[in-house]
C-alpha cells in the first residue's frame, strides 16, 4: 500500500499528510483485526458495559466490546499522526478536536470502527468505515459543524473488511483500489487496482423483513424484481443480505448488485436506517469511483447536505443501472402524489 500510495504522491494526485493519514488508519485496522481475528480466545466478544449493564452508544444501540476497543484503537493511532485537525466517530456523541498538546494535520476523519458487530457474536464479517474531509481554512479547533460537509468533499474514503481475508478499499477520487493483508509480513498488498462495478446485475440486496414498512415506490421497485422474467423486469433476480454493509458493499464491488436500506416506517422519523457521515458517504464515493451509482432514492447521495453528525438517510448504491431503476421508481411515485 505504501508503494501504491507513493505513486499517486508522485503523481501529484496526494500530498505526504493525506498519504500518511491512511497509514495510520491502515495500520489502525491492522490491529483492529487481531482483536476481531480472535474471537472467543480474545475475551473481547459480547456486550460491553459492566455488572449487567449493557452500554449503549449515541445510536441508542447496544456497543459490543469490539466496538468500543475498535474505537479506542483509532483514536490512540491518530491521536499523535500529527495529520488531524479533530476526529468523528459512530461511537462517540461529538467529534473530538486533536488537543494542543498533540500535533495537529488539515484533516478531518471519520469512522464507524466496527460496523456490522452485531454480527461479531456469529462470526459473519465485519468492517471498519472512514471519511476524510479538509478542516476548512482557518480552523484549529474544528466543533461538529465543520464535519457537515457534502460527500463530493471527501479527500479519501474506505473500509476494512475483517472477513476469511482482511481487505483494505480505498479511494482518494482516483478509482477504487483493493488491498489484501499478508499477515505473515503484515502488509496490505495491492490486490485489485481499479475495482469496476458490472453496470447491470441480476442481484439485490435488501432486509426483506422491512417489506410491510417500506415506502410505495420500494414495494413496487421490489415486487417487479420478486416477480422476475415473467415481471416488468424480464429477468430473474438473487437476493443476498449479510447484514453487514460493509461485507455487503465489498460483493456489489467485487461482483455487482443493488445494496438499498431504504426508508420505512420504523426508521423513517430518524431520515432512515444508514448513518451519513461514516457509513453512506464514504461507501458511496467507493462506489462511484467503481463506476456505479449512490443515490438516497431521491436525489445523489454525495450531494446531500449534511445537517447533523449523526444524520441518517435511506441508501440504494451499486450497479448503476439498476439504481437508476430504483431512482425512477421514486420519481414516478413523487410525481404522482
Ligand atoms: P438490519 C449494521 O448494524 C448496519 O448498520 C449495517 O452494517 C447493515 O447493513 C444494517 O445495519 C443491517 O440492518 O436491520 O438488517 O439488521
Not at 489484501?180 to 447491470?200: A, C, H, K
Request: aromatic share 6%; charged share 20%; proline share 4%.
Amino acid at each position: 500500500m505504501t508503494r501504491h500510495l507513493l505513486e499517486e504522491q508522485r503523481a501529484g494526485r496526494i500530498n505526504a499528510d493525506l498519504r500518511l493519514l491512511i497509514e495510520v488508519v491502515a495500520r489502525a485496522c491492522k490491529s483492529i483485526s487481531i482483536a476481531v481475528g480472535k474471537g472467543a480466545l480474545g475475551g473481547v466478544l459480547g456486550d460491553a458495559g459492566s455488572d449487567g449493564e449493557a452500554s449503549i452508544n449515541v445510536q441508542g444501540e447496544a456497543q459490543k466490546k469490539l466496538d468500543v476497543l475498535s474505537n479506542e484503537i483509532l483514536m490512540e493511532a491518530n491521536a499523535w499522526g500529527g495529520h488531524l485537525a479533530g476526529l468523528a466517530s459512530e461511537e462517540m456523541d461529538h467529534s473530538v478536536p486533536i488537543s494542543d498538546a498533540q500535533p495537529r494535520g488539515n484533516y478531518l476523519l471519520l469512522f464507524d470502527p466496527l460496523d456490522g458487530s452485531s454480527n461479531i457474536d456469529v462470526n459473519i464479517s465485519v468492517g471498519t468505515i472512514f471519511s476524510v474531509l479538509r478542516c476548512p481554512d482557518g480552523v484549529t479547533t474544528p466543533g461538529d459543524e465543520h464535519f457537515l460537509q457534502p460527500g463530493t468533499a471527501q479527500v479519501a474514503a474506505g473500509y476494512c473488511t475483517y472477513g476469511p481475508s482482511t481487505m483494505l478499499v480505498l479511494t482518494i477520487g482516483h478509482g477504487t483500489h483493493a488491498f489484501t493483508l499478508d499477515r505473515e509480513i503484515g502488509s496490505f498488498v495491492l490486490t485489485q487496482r481499479g475495482m469496476t462495478i458490472p453496470e447491470e446485475t441480476r442481484e439485490f440486496a435488501v432486509n426483506m423483513s422491512n417489506q410491510r414498512f417500506w415506502e410505495a415506490p420500494m414495494q413496487a421497485y421490489v415486487g417487479d424484481l420478486l416477480q422476475g422474467r415473467e415481471g416488468p423486469r424480464g429477468k430473474d433476480f438473487n437476493m443476498r443480505w449479510v447484514a453487514s454493509m460493509v461485507a455487503d458493499v465489498h460483493r456489489i464491488l467485487t461482483r455487482g448488485g443493488i445494496f438499498s436500506y431504504p426508508l420505512d416506517s420504523k426508521c423513517a422519523a430518524k431520515g432512515g436506517k444508514l448513518r451519513l457521515m461514516y457509513e453512506a458517504n464514504p461507501m458511496s464515493l467507493l462506489v462511484e469511483q467503481a463506476g456505479g451509482a449512490a443515490s438516497t432514492g431521491r436525489q445523489r447521495m454525495l450531494e446531500v447536505r449534511p445537517t447533523g453528525l449523526h444524520q441518517r438517510v435511506p441508501v440504494f448504491l451499486g450497479s448503476r443501472a439498476e439504481v437508476e431503476a430504483a431512482v425512477r421508481y421514486h420519481h414516478e411515485h413523487d410525481s404522482q402524489e
